[in-house]
T-cell receptor, first 113, second 110 residues
Framework: EAQVTQNPRYLITVTGKKLTVTCSQNMNHEYMSWYRQDPGLGLRQIYYSMNVEVTDKGDVPEGYKVSRKEKRNFPLILESPSPNQTSLYFC????????????FGPGTRLTVT | QKEVEQNSGPLSVPEGAIASLNCTYSDRGSQSFFWYRQYSGKSPELIMFIYSNGDKEDGRFTAQLNKASQYVSLLIRDSQPSDSATYLCAAHLNTDKLIFGTGTRLQVFP
């Protein structure tokens, strides 16, 4: 089944404790992206990657890191999480840019206390 | 001005009616537009995309695009309670980004 998977689905952590949220897709998509979704603010892009070893900042990259060492994986790293990073996170993939639809993972609900 | 704007709603319609969801965008260079449906706590799910001016129909859904007015809409015919969700409009600007509106909450009551 073609899908985007994320792990973990739920995470409660404390301020400053490094964490990684994994994202993997099995559709051989070039483009992958991370979003956060907050009430009233909608989906905001954190980082995106157009191919292996190619990443770029989205609209809200502060406090996040990403890497794209393999085409299928695009982990999101929070080196020192803070409470304002409490949010619902989605990974998405797409065959390319320039008008292709994006397919979303199931989401990761992160709470930082 | 936000790049993609939607009325947050809620838009309440009776079962069987037509629900009309609207979206405006600021970048005249935007080329492609998407409608996603999102149930509470779930991930966005693609409903339709449209690239050309005019209407595009898929089952009970019709997307309408008017590039001159920078306006996209989604019509849902014969609305069902299961259509109750938040509908996200998204536009591909002349960049590598897909910009989302904040969504319109639709409530279909029996």
């Amino acid at each position: 089944e073609a899908q985007v998977t994320q792990n973990p689905r739920y995470l409660i952590t404390v301020t400053g404790k490094k964490l990684t949220v994994t994202c993997s897709q099995n559709m051989n998509h070039e483009y992958m992206s991370w979003y956060r979704q907050d009430p009233g603010l909608g989906l905001r892009q954190i980082y995106y990657s157009m191919n292996v070893e190619v990443t770029d900042k989205g609209d809200v990259p502060e406090g996040y890191k990403v890497s794209r060492k393999e085409k299928r994986n695009f982990p999101l790293i929070l080196e020192s999480p803070s409470p304002n990073q409490t949010s619902l996170y989605f990974c998405a993939s797409s065959p390319g840019t320039g008008g292709y639809e994006q397919y979303f993972g199931p989401g990761t609900r992160l709470t930082v206390t | 001005q936000k790049e993609v704007e939607q009325n947050s709603g809620p838009l309440s319609v009776p079962e069987g009616a037509i629900a009309s969801l609207n979206c405006t965008y600021s970048d005249r260079g935007s080329q492609s537009f998407f409608w996603y449906r999102q149930y509470s706590g779930k991930s966005p799910e693609l409903i339709m995309f449209i690239y050309s001016n005019g209407d595009k129909e898929d089952g009970r859904f019709t997307a309408q695009l008017n590039k001159a007015s920078q306006y996209v809409s989604l019509l849902i015919r014969d609305s069902q309670p299961s259509d109750s969700a938040t509908y996200l409009c998204a536009a591909h600007l002349n960049t590598d980004k897909l910009i989302f509106g904040t969504g319109t909450r639709l409530q279909v009551f029996p």
